[in-house]
């Protein structure tokens, strides 16, 4: 078992109920990360009795802070749906408080074979063994083998693309819950224009997995590459939208996120 399959383990306490660690190792530079948070909510819907298929969209809202170390239930409801598509709500609660700290509505789907089209294509990118190893800072950095390709934030400013491939460093298989973990993994756009780093917290993400399971699992233990642009950075607030690739040119997953700046 995997660092991140451990961290991801969950209790089963009632119908929908749920308990886990906020676990030390998954978090970023300030606070728990906000892709395993995302990812943890995510499994918590999958564990539920009567959750068919995986997982295609999900928003998520960071409305507190969540530290390491602490005791986290997850409650998790049906909305409704059919046997297609079945629409799930899950809200985070730490130990001790009462209120909501992150909340989420996700979309899992049965898929099956249609007509098919890509309007984007994959950028052009340096391999990403020809490019030096990057950790991002915090503890859950030194579990990224990441290697960017385009964009430096500590260098280069005024755009804000950027391209960066990205793995486990134990080359875990990716699978969905890594792929949503992977979609709140890259630096804020803000940090692309100001020199020095800024408080950034993610204030809402969604994200739209298109890949099968298979294509997920096809890709197994090898890198994918994250492209990210900015939107628009004014008022303290930052935008950004992703595309996820796998080294084969599939879309994966495409995300778009807001973050709050100081």
Not at 209 to 220: F, L, Q, S
């Amino acid at each position: 078992m995997t660092a991140l399959d451990k961290s991801l383990v969950l209790e089963a306490v009632g119908p929908g109920v749920f308990t886990g660690h906020a676990d030390p190792e998954s978090q970023g530079a300030a606070g728990m990360f906000g892709g395993w948070l995302a990812a943890l909510m995510s499994k918590s819907v999958l564990d539920c009795s009567g959750a068919e298929g995986t997982v295609s969209a999900l928003t998520v809202n960071f409305i507190k802070s969540v530290q390491a170390g602490t005791v986290l239930t997850l409650r998790t409801l049906r909305l409704g749906g059919g046997r297609s598509l079945g629409h799930w709500r899950c809200d985070l609660y730490v130990d001790g408080d009462n209120d909501i700290a992150v909340t989420a509505i996700i979309v899992i789907a049965n898929r099956r074979q249609s007509d098919r089209h890509t309007e984007v294509q994959m950028p052009d990118a340096l391999a990403p063994d020809t490019l030096p190893v990057f950790h991002p800072p915090g503890p859950r950095g030194k579990y990224v083998d990441g290697r960017i390709a385009l964009g430096d934030p500590s260098r280069d400013k005024g755009s804000t693309r950027s391209l960066m491939w990205l793995r486990e460093m134990s080359q875990r298989p990716l699978d969905t819950l890594q792929l949503v973990s992977w979609c709140d993994s890259l630096a804020p756009r803000i940090m692309f224009i100001v020199e020095g780093r800024r408080p950034s917290p993610t204030v809402t993400m969604s994200l739209y997995i298109y890949a099968t399971d298979e294509e997920i699992a096809a890709v197994g233990g090898d890198f994918i590459l994250a492209e990210v642009v900015g939107t628009r950075i004014e008022h303290s607030t930052s935008g950004s939208r992703s595309n996820l690739w796998s080294r084969a040119g599939l879309l994966l997953a495409t995300s778009e996120q807001l973050q709050w700046f100081k």
